[in-house]
């Protein structure tokens, strides 16, 4: 009786639940299908849901046209760009809070956490400035500069609450074998850390590539990375649909699939380690 | 001895692998900072180059009676105070669902998750075009299959339809949050809770809000950061009207800047915005300062 009753109740929270989850899905699920219509099937009323002409054609009008691939170039040289120098900055950083703590260390995380209160709007008029009196403006090697920098407390924390959970007692037994520093963080800690590093990697590479204000900001035709090109498509020519569920499917698959892999790290990632 | 050597060495060795870090974003804090004030001060368009003067204050006094402001100021804590009621509301509601056991829980998760990962000109695009567009979105598809006049969204309610855009995007935040704190509730409390008689109801309020409240706190804080800059999501979809209607601050100092190219006025709106933005965090920041000793 009690088992009917829970199998029961199983089943009624399972509909539920799938319900829920396919309503806030659904947009994407409809970009998706839509990218595979033609124009007129786009906006047939009423929709047509599966039952349509598949075509791919979108696909290749949207490359030939408008050159997608640059641009698909572009986010993955400054996602990865920037999140690889961010780590090279913050690796070091991370690894002596989290090793040799002194009393001012937990003053210096809040501080670069408060770096990201700092509105970018405050900042847009001298940095838009700056790049364009240096030449940066438009160019994949100044979104990677600032992105670094945005993302770099973030970086900075993750990998603090990755490496303080490096047992410290390892480190010692290591000492007392007589390794020298090197030999300590090739061979006992960098093989503890990699987790760590590689969850920073994955959140970042994901931050960067969605980044939507300095992405819009400082770039144009040449530099524009996915975010950047998707928002040409708000003028009127944004009304083929058909197309702009094309090109909005290659910028978000990528990043989706990643990010299905990352659930545990995005929580960790964005709450500083707060909640785990 | 050696060992006071070895601490001295490290502390050294420890100050050189943080300074890096801290000078870059002390410069990153710092440069631009100084120059948006010294900007706010000057009476400089790049229309009219090589005409900058000094001006005091005038672009702060020209820049706070601006009628826009006011409605800026406004639709910013509209967005966010409207954006957080959603997720917080419907994000707990969501992980208490997705606490049960049901059949597919991993693939509901993943559903549930993925508006979090699209980029912001994209959700607003798809949202704006194949679902809000009155003529051929799905909801006035909607509207007439039920024998409603189509609505058109962004025109009529731009500020609802960008709360709704946004929220969608971050509900799944979070949930992912408040449900992963949620596992880490003690079953056996639940079930000691559930002997002692109590119903469904106070077990929710004296249990399993208690013990999301620190998660509750670290959401709203990390939503708060994010949603005082929403910038894409208007960009792309009513670009801050009809008139101002849904102009934020973020969206008034860059409409200053790069569309009227006025940099001592949109400075001036810079730097109000961070004072806006350190009340905000000035208190954000006590919370979790509490929360992480905890």
Known sequence: MARNVSTQRKLVTTVLAWTIGILIFFPILWTFLTSFKTEAQAIASPPAFLFFDWTTENYFEVQSRSDYFKHFMNSVVVSFGSTLLGLLIAIPSAWAMAFSPTKRTKDVLMWMLSTKMMPPVGVLVPMYLIFRNTGLLDTRSGLVMVLTLINLPIIIWMLYTYFKEIPGEILEAARMDGASLAKEIIYVLTPMAIPGIASTLLLNIILAWNEAFWTLNLSAAKAAPLTAFIASYSSPEGLFYAKLSAASTMAIAPILILGWFSQKQLVRGLTFGAVK | ?294
Do not use: C
């Open chain 2, 1 to 294: 001895m050696g060992d006071a050597m070895a601490t001295l060495h490290t502390r050294s060795a420890a100050r050189l692998m943080i300074a890096p870090s801290v000078l870059l974003l002390l410069a990153w804090m710092i440069v631009p900072l100084a120059l948006t004030i010294y900007f706010s001060l000057l009476r400089y368009n790049l229309l009219m180059p090589g005409m900058e003067e000094f001006a005091g204050l005038t672009n702060y006094t020209y820049f706070l009676t601006d009628p826009a402001f006011f409605q800026a100021v406004f639709n910013t804590l509209a967005i966010v105070l409207g954006v957080l009621f959603i997720t917080v509301v419907g994000g707990i509601g969501l992980a208490l669902l997705l606490d049960q056991p049901m059949f597919g829980q991993g693939i509901v998760r993943i559903l549930v998750i993925a508006p979090f990962l699209i980029m912001p000109t994209v959700a607003a695009l798809v949202w704006k075009n194949m679902f809000m567009n009155p003529v051929n979105g799905l909801f006035a598809w909607l509207a007439k299959l039920v024998g409603l006049q189509p609505f058109d969204f962004l025109a009529n309610a731009p500020l609802f339809s960008i709360i709704l855009i946004v929220a969608w995007q971050w509900l799944p935040f979070a949930t992912l949050i408040l449900l992963t704190a949620l596992q880490s509730l003690d079953e056996e409390q639940k079930e000691a809770a559930q002997m002692d008689g109590a119903g469904a109801l106070s077990r929710f309020i004296y249990l399993v809000l208690p013990h999301l409240s620190r998660a509750i706190t670290v959401v709203i804080l990390i939503q708060t950061i994010f949603l005082l800059s929403v910038f894409a999501e208007i960009l792309v979809t009513t670009n801050g009207g009809p008139g101002t209607q849904s102009t934020t601050l973020t969206f008034l100092v860059y409409a200053q800047a790069l569309l009227q190219f006025d940099v001592g006025g949109a400075s001036a709106g810079g730097i109000i915005a961070v004072i806006l933005a350190n009340i905000v965090a000035f208190f954000l920041m006590r919370m979790i300062g509490k929360t992480l000793e905890a």
